[in-house]
């Protein structure tokens, strides 16, 4: 059985001296990694429901006697100061903003723009598919870039 590098040693480790590891260590690592992501992510959840559990009840008492439903209320617990945030979200139906963008425009004889902010996408797998005369229109608009490269290591057997 060969030594490994573990977590805590790579993490002292710059990324050339990494990159000379056997790719069977590196994938060794990759998973570990993705192992402890996973478990912090699991534990911060649990922590956060908690946090609910224990103080849900007392801020919304406080929004409540503030008068509003969301935002921020602080509350001692323990010697120790809470700051309990509910964020309000809001969403917006598309198809009904549209109408009213018709509406200020035909009706009211407005610029829905004043109001409203459009936001063009084209899908790239549509565009491939496209014959290369409407192509040209949209290459103006169109500018490639690269992303993060990523790799799976996957162990035989």
């Known amino acids: 059985m060969h030594n490994r590098v ?27 990694v993705n192992d402890q992501k996973a478990s ?3 534990l911060s959840d649990k922590v956060g429901e908690a946090l609910d559990l224990k103080f849900a009840g007392r801020a919304a008492t406080l929004r409540d006697t503030k008068g509003k439903e969301t935002g921020t209320v602080s509350f001692e617990s323990d010697g120790v100061t809470v700051r309990a945030d509910l964020p309000q979200t809001v969403t917006w139906d598309a198809g009904i903003l549209a109408e009213v963008a018709n509406h200020i425009r035909d009706e009211l004889h ?5 109001y409203l902010e459009t936001k063009y996408v084209v899908r790239e797998s549509r565009f491939k598919a496209w014959p290369a005369s409407l192509q040209a229109l949209f290459m103006p608009a169109r500018t490639t870039g690269r992303g993060r490269p990523t790799y799976k290591l996957e162990r035989r057997g």
């Open 110 to 114: 407005g610029d829905p723009a004043e």
């Open 40 to 42: 912090a992510a699991r």
């Open 6 to 32: 573990t977590p805590a040693q790579a993490s002292s480790m710059s990324a050339k001296e990494l990159a000379t590891l056997p790719t069977d260590h590196l994938a060794g690592l990759l998973e570990a």
